[in-house]
């Protein structure tokens, strides 16, 4: 009767170092093929690292830019409105506060150790100042900052302090609920009309 299952041949030193070779060979190569995933994963890593690193310092760039367009567009406007008041001040619209005032400045800033502060428009008599800040859009938050005036002025200029101080708020644009502001608030309210500027400063009072 012959055997099913011949028992395999004992394995010799040349197999079992073939074998060993083969397997220590594969190992290696396995070791290289994940060395070389890992390089090209790091590599595209970098690569997609540094293209977002570019394009954030794009968009940062861009975002800068329009900031500055911004800024200058909002100074524009603001020195816009500065001149068109003053002009209309300097000609022929200087008897309003129930007084005339016989001399304007603008951009007048005064510097006194730790504290300084600029006044748009400015109108002098012999007893009276008159202090005009000017908006190109103006907003009820503008409302502190105008009545801080009166109290840095006369600070910052002790010449003036028995002197009347009236405000007023000057705009291109005024909506309902800051024009009442003002007038609550004893302030006069300079605006654009058409052509022309209107001042309502019935409801003033001495600062």
Not at 138 to 164: G, M, Q, W
Not at 199 to 206: E, F, G, K, P, T
């Amino acid at each position: 009767m012959k055997n099913q299952n011949p028992i395999p041949p004992a394995p010799t030193f040349e197999s079992t170092w073939a074998s060993s070779r083969k397997a220590k060979w594969q190992m290696l190569k396995a070791e290289q093929q994940m060395k070389e995933a890992n390089r090209r994963m790091k590599e595209q890593m970098q690569e997609q690292m540094q293209e977002t690193g570019l394009k954030m310092q794009e968009t940062d760039r861009r975002m800068k830019e329009l900031q500055k367009l911004m800024g200058s567009w909002s100074t524009n406007h603001g020195s816009f409105a500065e001149e068109y008041f003053f002009n209309a001040f300097e000609n022929g619209k200087q008897d309003f506060f129930g007084e005339h005032f016989n001399k304007i400045r603008k951009k007048v800033k005064y510097v006194e150790l730790n504290l300084e502060d600029e006044y748009d428009i400015v109108l002098y008599n012999d007893n009276s100042v008159a202090i005009i800040e000017v908006k190109y859009k103006a907003h009820e938050n503008d409302i502190p900052s105008v009545l801080k005036k009166a109290e840095t002025f006369r600070i910052l200029c002790p010449s003036y302090k028995d002197f009347k101080i009236y405000l007023g708020f000057a705009s291109m644009s005024f909506y309902e609920e800051l024009e009442q502001e003002c007038i609550k608030q004893g302030i006069a309210v300079i605006k654009q009309v058409g052509d022309t500027v209107v001042i309502n400063d019935s409801h003033l009072r001495v600062f």
